[in-house]
Every structure is written in structure tokens, then in C-alpha cells.
């Protein structure tokens, strides 16, 4: 049994059975949904290398998941956004900035079933309440495209551009430097029509 705050050790075998070393139980990937939505910590090894393959483990729980039917949670234009993101320079930023938006919304979740809650089940007219918490929703989501852009700000720490005349070389990267974070910021703006147009 592992220690009262440390993890619980799941051990993958080759034969792709998952077993919970704290209750000494074969489990399934929907146990470890279960898991994750009661807040237990876990980590997965591979049983015989004793590498850490949690990672790859809740990805696939996400898998199972988007393809059971009425449960898609990621859309598709934010699934092509994740996707282009792989491999471009701004990769090492998203995954800070998406687990900033998730534990932003995961603190004001309960204040968002609370409200949708009491609007549920009402006339036309009670409906109304629901714009209060998407509008909270989405003041948030305007937040954290401001985190997104100050972080993209580290990325250029010349912002006049901090090249001499004697320095051509570099002159051409900044202006590529600039090239791209004027893409970046068209992308940023697109993302926010679509974020105005889901209100």
C-alpha cells in the first residue's frame, strides 16, 4: 500500500491489463476515469521496464471518452489548433497556458453549476440567468488569452527591436520574429471571434 499522500502505483502488463497496486486489483481505463474524477492521484508504470507512462495512459482515457457518444468535450477547430501547435516554436508555451485555463475554470466550476443549475428546468424568461455564467465563461476565456499574449511577450525581449546598424543578421530575425507573432496574433484574434460567436 502506498503512503497516505503518495500516489497509488498502476502497473501496465504487456497483455495490456491495468493492476492497482493499492487494492491489489486488476482495473480497466474506466476505473481510472473514475479515479481521476474523485481526485485520487495515480501514476501508471510499465510493469516491466518501471517506466512512467502516465502520460500516455490519460490520453488514451481521453480517447475513450471523445468517441463515446454525446461526450465530445474537445471541438474540432480547437483540435486543429492543438494539432498545428506540435512542432512549432510555440509548442513548450501551450501546455502551461491550456493547464492555466483548466485550473482557472476548475476553481470557478462550482459557481458555474450553482448558476446553470438554478437556471435548468425554468421558463423562457429564467433562461436569461444562463448568460450570467457564460458570460463569467467567457471573461475568463479573455483572461487567458491574456496570459497567452504576455507569455508570448517573453518570447521577444526587444521590443524596439534591440539591433544596432551594424547588425543585419540579426535585424532579419527580428523582423521574422515579427513576421510570426503577427501570425500568431491574427491566430489569437480569430480565436476570439470564435469564442464571440459561441455567445
Do not use: W
Request: a negative charge; charged letters at 25%.
Amino acid at each position: 500500500m502506498p503512503a497516505k499522500d503518495e500516489p497509488v502505483v498502476i502497473k501496465k502488463y504487456a497483455n495490456r491489463r491495468l493492476y492497482n497496486t493499492g487494492t491489489s486489483t486488476y482495473v480497466t481505463l474506466e476505473d481510472l476515469a473514475g479515479m481521476v474524477k474523485r481526485g485520487e492521484e495515480f501514476t501508471v508504470q510499465d510493469a516491466k521496464s518501471g517506466e512512467d507512462i502516465t502520460h500516455p495512459v490519460l490520453t488514451q482515457i481521453i480517447f475513450e471518452l471523445e468517441n463515446k457518444d454525446g461526450q465530445n468535450m474537445l471541438p474540432i477547430p480547437f483540435l486543429r489548433q492543438l494539432i498545428a501547435f506540435y512542432g512549432d516554436q510555440m509548442q513548450m508555451v501551450v501546455p502551461s497556458f491550456l493547464e492555466q485555463s483548466m485550473i482557472a475554470f476548475a476553481k470557478e466550476q462550482e459557481r458555474f453549476r450553482e448558476q446553470m443549475k438554478s437556471a435548468m428546468g425554468k421558463g423562457p424568461m429564467d433562461m436569461m440567468q444562463m448568460a450570467t455564467p457564460m458570460k463569467a465563461l467567457e471573461d475568463q476565456t479573455r483572461r487567458n488569452i491574456e496570459l497567452f499574449q504576455n507569455a508570448m511577450r517573453m518570447f521577444t525581449p526587444f521590443p524596439n527591436g534591440g539591433v544596432t546598424a551594424a547588425s543585419p543578421e540579426p535585424a532579419r530575425k527580428e523582423s521574422e520574429k515579427s513576421d510570426e507573432l503577427s501570425e500568431l496574433k491574427q491566430q489569437i484574434a480569430a480565436m476570439q471571434r470564435k469564442i464571440d460567436s459561441m455567445n
